[in-house]
């Protein structure tokens, strides 16, 4: 077979055919989780393939057990200091961050270049939250109007105040078989601290407010180490809840479902916009099965571990699908409604300096790909099955995506969208979810849910207090387990397409990638990736705290995972 537009193919009937087939095999569901549009049953071709399920439990060979030994210690050795938090890896290699976390530069590094690097945004001098530094006696030495002046005052702020954050109300907690579980909802300030030589400086912590709907302390670093931990943590265990529920789970697989879906109804298996994008849906559909069976379900991880109730956890999850849009979430507009796109302002932000060599990888790419198939506005205008991959998109009927265009009517417009689908499939994924592992296995840094409610004011915060906080000895291990499972495969790697093309197609369109221009752009998009992982690497050597969640041979084409 080879690729053709369907106005070039001589074999219109076999088209239609395989169409009307696919139709029958896809459909959506809107009712598992109102108003998202997923997908209903799993054709047999979406199944993960042998070699997948053989790979990925092998990369958790050890899991098991690294497991049995902690259950063996748990015995002895209850967790009655921070410490002890380090003895759930008697096996496995214990994350770096576990000897870092509790220092405000892991902390306020973590916003940059940690599991969630999508929470922190500038603090606009006019708005009214800045009034709360204003108040704080421990800033006597500090011009806050002048640092506000000149954009070095950044917020991570998981109140509802900013769109699809924690809602104040929405999350009340859970229970588990001991009591309630907590999520506080706090604000956190940071402030970009210029060191005076050229372009260094460093993100800096600098008030958290705990609670804002009654007169409490506002935390800082002035405060008793414990009680600067304990607030820390706090904005830790928001951080862990808005990452699951937001960052990974809503705004990677299930923005991106509607997608695989479409693709699979609306184009022939020849379709060239079908042969570039399939492999970035490799796997998407069968672990959003795996998921709805097995981690979102009652009695299941995300009821267990996170903070809230199971039904209000996938309500942060719809909330921030709803605020999400295809246009508003391309990486560069992204960063820029965060504020956080300007390199002079901010010179050091990870997340944002490797996502773009990524970003501008596959920009290029896509560009050549689309202006090979599409040389003409006009040939855009006569592909009918494009037309109508686009109208059913952005239909309430179909995948419901917002800031999808229900006609293309440029190549720009084309390479735009495809861009943005790619970069989520790929480096945005992978950016999320790698991290469980490095940051997120190791419960005293990212708790998943608070075990103890914010004091009383007037209650003194001791390591005893924080033990009571964080979660329990069987919580910590499922934590650990759940999330190891969750980073430890990796089935492919972004722009390298054998092993996806194999299983998909069984070489049939072996002429797709040997020889002839596309293979050429295929190759050249390797290449720049390597560039990009050379960049990334010599980058690290710079920064005290590497990042490697973006280095483009860690990345995966699809969200298989
Ligand atoms: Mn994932």
């Known amino acids: 077979m080879k690729p053709s537009l369907p106005q070039n193919d001589p074999n219109a009937q076999q088209r239609s055919d395989y169409i ?30 042998v070699d997948y399920i053989a790979e990925r439990l092998l990369a958790t060979a050890e899991l098991p057990v690294n497991m049995l030994a902690v259950k063996a210690r748990s015995f002895l050795d209850p967790l009655d200091d921070l410490q002890d938090y380090e003895d759930f890896f008697p096996v496995l290699p214990l994350p770096a961050i576990a000897k870092t976390y509790q220092t405000d530069r892991a902390f306020a590094e973590q916003r940059l270049s940690g599991a969630n690097p999508m929470v922190l945004r500038l603090l606009d001098p006019a708005d009214p939250r800045a009034q709360i530094l204003a108040q704080l006696p421990s800033f006597k030495f500090f011009n806050l109007p002048k640092e506000l ?54 993100m800096v912590p600098l008030a958290i407010q705990l609670d804002t709907n009654r007169e409490s302390h506002v935390y800082t670093p002035s405060d008793p180490p414990l009680d600067w931990l304990f607030a820390k943590l706090c904005v830790q265990v928001a951080d862990a809840n808005h990452h699951e529920m ?38 998407m559909l069968a672990n959003s099965h795996l998921a709805r069976a097995r981690l979102i379900n009652p009695g299941g991880p995300v009821d267990g571990l996170l903070a809230g109730s199971l039904a209000e956890s996938l309500e942060l999850a719809r909330d921030a699908y709803t605020n999400w849009s295809l246009d ?42 689309i202006n090979y198939f599409y040389p003409t506005n006009d040939v855009i205008a006569e592909d009918i099955e494009l037309q109508s991959w686009a109208a059913e998109l952005a239909s309430e009927k179909g995948g419901r995506v917002k800031g999808m265009p229900a006609q293309i009517d440029t190549a720009q417009q084309l390479i735009e969208i495809v861009t943005t689908v790619i970069f989520t499939c790929g480096p945005q994924h992978s950016a999320v ?103 990334i690497d010599a980058n690290n050597k710079k920064r005290v705290i590497p990042y490697i969640s973006l280095k483009p041979s860690l990345v995966l084409n699809s969200i298989s995972i």
Not at 247 to 265: C, D, G, Y
Request: some cysteine; proline content about 7%.
């Open 149 to 202: 002046q000149e954009n070095n005052i950044y917020i991570a702020d998981y109140t509802g105040t900013d769109p699809s954050y924690l809602g104040p109300s929405k999350v009340q907690g859970g229970t588990y078989e001991k009591g309630r579980k907590y999520l506080p909802k706090p604000r956190a300030f940071f402030h970009w601290r210029w060191t005076g030589i050229r372009d260094r400086g460093e």
């Open 246 to 283: 937001c960052s990974h789970l809503a705004l990677t697989h299930l923005v991106m479902e509607p997608f695989a879906i479409v693709t699979a109804r609306q184009l022939a298996e020849n379709h060239p916009l079908s042969l570039l994008l399939r492999p970035h849906f490799r796997f």
């Open 328 to 369: 508003g979430f391309s990486f560069p507009a992204e960063l820029k409604n965060r504020g956080m796109d300007d390199v002079n302002q901010l010179p050091h932000y990870p997340y944002r300096d490797d996502g773009l060599l990524l970003w501008n990888a596959i920009h290029t790419f896509v560009t050549g790909f």
């Open 20 to 49: 009307n087939q696919q139709r029958q095999a896809y459909h959506f569901d809107y009712d598992f989780l109102s108003p998202l549009a997923l997908s209903k049953e799993l054709p047999a071709i979406e199944n993960l393939s």
């Open 433 to 535: 979810n790698y991290p469980q592992d490095y940051y997120m296995s190791f419960a005293a840094n990212m708790p998943l849910a608070a075990y103890r409610d914010i004091p009383a004011a007037e209650e003194a915060i001791g390591e005893a207090y924080i033990l009571k906080m964080l979660p329990p000895h069987q919580r910590a291990a499922e934590q650990l387990q759940i999330l190891f499972t969750l980073s430890a495969y990796h089935y492919d790697r972004l722009g390298y397409y054998d092993k996806s093309y194999q299983e998909l197609y069984n070489k049939c369109f072996k002429e797709v990638f040997e020889g002839g221009p596309i293979e050429i752009l295929v190759q050249q998009f390797q290449q720049e990736l390597n560039i990009a992982e050379q960049k």
